[in-house]
């Protein structure tokens, strides 16, 4: 029996013995036999042991079937999730969490500037180190704001909140992360700068509805949503690359937050959307609203009412803060011709 435990720990072995005494037992199951029955043998109690252990048997495969199964699943789980979500998933494989169903979630898309022409200009082995690292800092921001990791896709990243559970209030949340984001970006890129030209990374932020499960079929786990909510993230995340920001966020999301603080951007007519959609520029800092925040306010009011006081009023902006990209852009429509606060762009 000892020989047996140590070629092979789950078998479980019944002893029939004469020799009946409690030490004789004692000893069998101190090597781990499941049963012990003595001679003369009653084949009917012999019969119902057996069963007994069987069924045993059977109980230790499923449970030990059931913690492989959990274990890659938490293995799977872990590069989609945080850490605290991928362990409560993992302990039901057969979640309804995971089924494709429609829900009202957050969302956020990032993309580096110029990435396919670092990609076609960078050796192999520093591009992969560059990219690992990047990926896992971002992704390290995105698990500490309990946000899902949908896909990564080279250099883009998707993330979604409130799914696969439930994240009350999880506008503020998918803000936070996007902030995050940004300056976990711009400080990669300066760790980087003297050695390559690693571009300004785009995000961009909406909420709705949208069809989130698992859309890998029973072969290969692909978490992910799907729909106009996830269509529209994108688009905003393009549309900073015409707009000069880092960060563009729907009125969706900036309304839903609560203490938002952030500077309108416009109504922004995007591709395959037939209603314009306002936008905002998040502000980092949550210190008092500075003399520059305030400025840009009543230019845009100016520039929503059709005030041709605006050109003036963005122009003074630009003079004293020249780094602003969203004044320098009003700037350049209106002295192009552009008027209120309705913004076609050419994506």
Same mark, same amino acid.
């Given at each position: 029996?000892?020989?047996?435990?140590?070629?092979?720990?789950?078998?479980?072995?019944?002893?029939? +013995?004469?020799?009946?005494?409690?030490? *004789?037992?004692?000893?069998?199951?101190?090597?781990?036999?499941? =049963?012990?029955?003595?001679? #003369?043998?009653?084949?009917?109690?012999?019969?119902?042991?057996?069963?007994?252990?069987?069924?045993?048997?059977?109980?230790?495969?499923?449970?030990?079937?059931?913690?492989?199964?959990? @274990?890659?699943?938490?293995?799977?789980?872990?590069?989609?999730?945080?850490?605290?979500?991928?362990?409560? !998933?993992?302990?039901?494989? $057969?979640?309804?969490?995971?089924?494709?169903?429609?829900?009202?979630?957050?969302?956020?898309?990032?993309?580096?500037?110029?990435?396919?022409?670092?990609? @076609?200009?960078?050796?192999?082995?520093?591009?992969?180190?560059?990219?690992?690292?990047?990926?896992?800092?971002?992704?390290?921001?995105?698990?500490?704001?309990?946000?899902?990791?949908?896909?990564?896709?080279?250099?883009?990243?998707?993330?979604?909140?409130?799914?696969?559970?439930?994240? #009350?209030?999880? =506008?503020?949340?998918?803000?936070?992360?996007?902030?995050?984001?940004?300056? +976990?970006? $711009?400080?990669?890129?300066?760790?980087?700068? =003297?050695?390559?030209?690693?571009?300004?990374?785009?995000?961009?932020?909406?909420?709705? #509805?949208?069809?989130?499960? *698992?859309?890998?079929?029973?072969?290969?786990?692909?978490?992910?949503?799907?729909?106009?909510?996830?269509?529209?993230?994108?688009?905003?995340?393009?549309? *900073?690359?015409?707009?000069?920001?880092?960060?563009?966020?729907?009125?969706?999301?900036?309304?839903?937050?609560?203490?938002?603080?952030?500077?309108?951007?416009? =109504?922004?007519?995007?591709?395959?959307? +037939?209603?314009?959609?306002?936008?905002?520029?998040?502000?980092?800092?949550?210190?008092?609203?500075?003399?520059?925040?305030?400025?840009?306010?009543?230019?845009?009011?100016?520039?929503?009412?059709?005030?041709?006081?605006?050109?003036?009023?963005?122009?003074?902006?630009?003079?004293?803060?020249?780094?602003?990209?969203?004044?320098?852009?009003? !700037?350049?429509? !209106?002295? *192009?011709?552009?008027?209120?606060?309705?913004?076609?762009?050419?994506?």
């Amino acid at each position: 029996m000892q020989k047996l435990q140590e070629a092979e720990s789950k078998k479980s072995t019944i002893v029939v +013995s004469a020799y009946g005494d409690m030490r *004789n037992i004692r000893i069998a199951m101190n090597r781990c036999a499941f =049963d012990f029955l003595t001679k #003369p043998i009653d084949l009917g109690d012999l019969e119902t042991t057996i069963d007994k252990t069987i069924r045993h048997v059977e109980m230790m495969r499923t449970a030990h079937r059931r913690q492989v199964e959990a @274990e890659r699943a938490h293995a799977s789980l872990s590069r989609y999730f945080s850490p605290q979500i991928a362990s409560r !998933l993992a302990t039901d494989i $057969e979640n309804n969490g995971m089924a494709v169903h429609r829900r009202e979630i957050g969302t956020i898309f990032t993309d580096i500037t110029g990435f396919t022409s670092l990609v @076609e200009t960078t050796a192999p082995d520093v591009l992969g180190v560059l990219l690992n690292e990047y990926v896992g800092g971002m992704t390290d921001v995105v698990f500490a704001h309990e946000g899902t990791v949908a896909k990564i896709i080279g250099d883009a990243i998707q993330v979604l909140f409130n799914a696969p559970g439930d994240q #009350p209030d999880y =506008d503020a949340p998918a803000i936070a992360c996007a902030i995050a984001l940004d300056a +976990s970006a $711009e400080q990669f890129r300066e760790r980087w700068q =003297d050695r390559l030209n690693f571009g300004v990374t785009r995000i961009g932020v909406h909420a709705g #509805p949208a069809l989130v499960g *698992n859309f890998g079929g029973g072969h290969f786990f692909d978490y992910t949503a799907y729909g106009d909510t996830i269509n529209t993230a994108a688009r905003l995340e393009a549309a *900073n690359k015409f707009l000069g920001t880092r960060i563009c966020v729907s009125a969706a999301v900036a309304s839903g937050a609560g203490t938002f603080r952030g500077r309108p951007i416009g =109504d922004l007519m995007l591709r395959g959307r +037939s209603e314009p959609l306002r936008a905002y520029e998040p502000l980092h800092s949550m210190e008092p609203e500075e003399s520059e925040t305030t400025q840009y306010a009543e230019a845009f009011v100016k520039l929503e009412r059709g005030d041709a006081a605006a050109m003036p009023a963005f122009a003074a902006i630009v003079g004293q803060h020249g780094d602003d990209a969203l004044a320098g852009y009003h !700037l350049r429509r !209106l002295l *192009n011709g552009g008027r209120g606060v309705t913004i076609q762009l050419e994506q």
